[in-house]
């Protein structure tokens, strides 16, 4: 089982609110704080989210990212179709000193 | 501005060599953790290594552990990923990102370098 999971798809319409969630199931990095990344198609990924709640400057507060035990989750409201593109969570684990990525959420917008 | 720019991604045969280059600029070099993030062809990101601002030290995942290296010339504000006995499972984009520590989050990433093992 990976150490960070998230739903594979998820969609929503123009102007919806979209939750995408990251589970966490390793004891290392349950007390850490969750990152979240924005990849664009067939561009490099930016980082979204970081210290699970915070947005770093020119990301839009449309995205907002909390964290609650070993879930955390990222949302998006006023869905736009620029927001189509897939995110990742990811986290630091502190014990084995390595980055953990899930495997990503492609987010289709209707 | 903050600019990374990878280079030296090439087709290499399995059991290989080669080394990336990052080179950055629009901030102060070596008071930052530098990062190599690879994407297998429609995969997800995964986490190769990452390198302290002063070089002193690197950290890397278990499947590159042993095969490859990182390095940095803070002279040079350049970061370096030594690649070596390439498999196939090594065909990827490799992406540099830069992070305040080693857990503060990859600020800043390159557009990547493609490197196919074949």
């Known amino acids: 089982q990976s150490a960070l999971t998230q739903p594979p798809s998820a969609s929503g319409t123009p102007g919806q609110r979209v939750t995408i969630s990251c589970s966490v199931s390793s004891s290392n990095i349950g007390n850490n704080p969750v990152f979240w990344y924005q990849q664009l198609p067939g561009a490099a990924p930016r980082l979204l989210i970081y210290n699970s709640i915070e947005r770093p400057s020119g990301v839009p507060d449309r995205f907002s990212g909390s964290k609650s035990g070993t879930s955390a989750s990222l949302a998006i409201s006023g869905l736009q179709s620029e927001d189509e593109a897939d995110y990742y969570c990811a986290a630091w684990d502190d014990t084995l000193y390595t980055w953990l990525f899930a495997g990503g959420t492609k987010l289709t917008v209707l | 501005e903050v600019q990374l720019l990878e280079s030296g991604g090439d087709l290499v045969q399995p059991g290989g060599s080669l080394r990336l280059s990052c080179a950055a600029s629009?901030?102060?070099?070596?008071?930052?953790?530098m990062v190599w993030v690879r994407q297998a062809p429609g995969k997800g990101l995964e986490w190769v290594g990452t390198?302290?601002?002063?070089?002193?030290?690197?950290y890397y995942a278990g499947s590159v552990k042993g095969r490859f290296g990182i390095s940095r010339d803070n002279s040079k504000s350049t970061m370096y990923l030594q690649l070596s006995d390439l498999s196939a499972e090594d065909t990827a984009v490799y992406y540099c990102?830069?992070?305040?520590?080693?857990?503060?989050?990859?600020?800043?990433w390159g557009q990547g370098t493609l490197v196919a093992v074949s």
């Open positions: 990102a830069m992070s305040p520590t080693l857990f503060a989050g990859l600020f800043h």
């Open positions: 390198i302290i601002g002063s070089g002193a030290a690197a």
């Open positions: 629009g901030f102060r070099f070596d008071n930052y953790a």
